[in-house]
T-cell receptor, first 113, second 112 residues
Framework: DAEITQSPRHKITETGRQVTLACHQT?????MFWYRQDLGHGLRLIHY???????NKGEVSDGYSVSRSNTEDLPLTLESAASSQTSVYFC????????????FGPGTRLTVL | GQQVMQIPQYQHVQEGEDFTTYCNSS?????IQWYKQRPGGHPVFLIQ?????EVKKQKRLTFQFGEAKKNSSLHITATQTTDVGTYFC????????????FGKGTKLSVKP
């Protein structure tokens, strides 16, 4: 069965370190998204991609970067982790089209000390 | 920018009571999606509304899309403990290419 996975599921790191969160989907979806979820803020879009070699900034992109070298993966990198980036991160994917639903991964809980 | 307001932020109900959450946009929507997130889980798609005035039902859940396509609601009849979670609306605006702007969600707790 097709799925979307994230790794690691939990991560503790220190301020200033570079961290990469992995997202892998086997739906063969063109669109992939990264969100962060914090209490009181709902889901906020960090970066998104409509296909290989395409990346776009979302609402809260500062301090984050992504790259899309193939259809299946969209890793999210925190260049220099900050305590404000402690959050739960969700990856999602969808097919091309305005009305297609998003399928979410299980999430990664990141703590920056 | 395009914003959506979802109310209430929290709702505590006794099991068996009804529950409604509202999603309001200042601009006309192309369509709207609804997602549910169980505690400790990830958002899961529930439904999509496209037509003006559309009403869709899923068992005890009723979804409505306003005539002007600026607001939507989710109503749960006779809540059960399995309904616990956060319900998000995700409006889709004309011209967007697939990225969604989620509402802040309504967190529902149900007391048995």
């Amino acid at each position: 069965d097709a799925e979307i996975t994230q790794s690691p599921r939990h991560k503790i790191t220190e301020t200033g370190r570079q961290v990469t969160l992995a997202c892998h989907q086997t739906w063969n979806h063109n669109n992939m998204f990264w969100y962060r979820q914090d209490l009181g803020h709902g889901l906020r879009l960090i970066h998104y991609s409509y296909g290989v070699q395409d990346t776009n900034k979302g609402e809260v992109s500062d301090g984050y970067s992504v790259s899309r070298s193939n259809t299946e993966d969209l890793p999210l990198t925190l260049e220099s982790a900050a305590s404000s980036q402690t959050s739960v991160y969700f990856c999602a994917s969808s097919t091309v089209g305005l009305t297609d639903t998003q399928y979410f991964g299980p999430g990664t809980r990141l703590t920056v000390l | 920018g395009q914003q959506v307001m979802q109310i209430p932020q929290y709702q505590h109900v006794q099991e068996g009571e009804d529950f409604t959450t509202y999603c309001n946009s200042s601009t006309t929507l192309s369509n709207i999606q609804w997602y549910k997130q169980r505690p400790g889980g990830h958002p899961v798609f529930l439904i999509q509304l496209v037509k003006s005035g559309e009403v869709k039902k899923q068992k005890r859940l009723t979804f409505q899309f306003g005539e002007a396509k600026k607001n939507s609601s989710l109503h749960i009849t006779a809540t059960q403990t399995t309904d616990v979670g956060t319900y998000f609306c995700a409006p889709v605006y004309g011209g967007s290419q697939g990225n969604l702007i989620f509402g802040k969600g309504t967190k529902l707790s149900v007391k048995p």
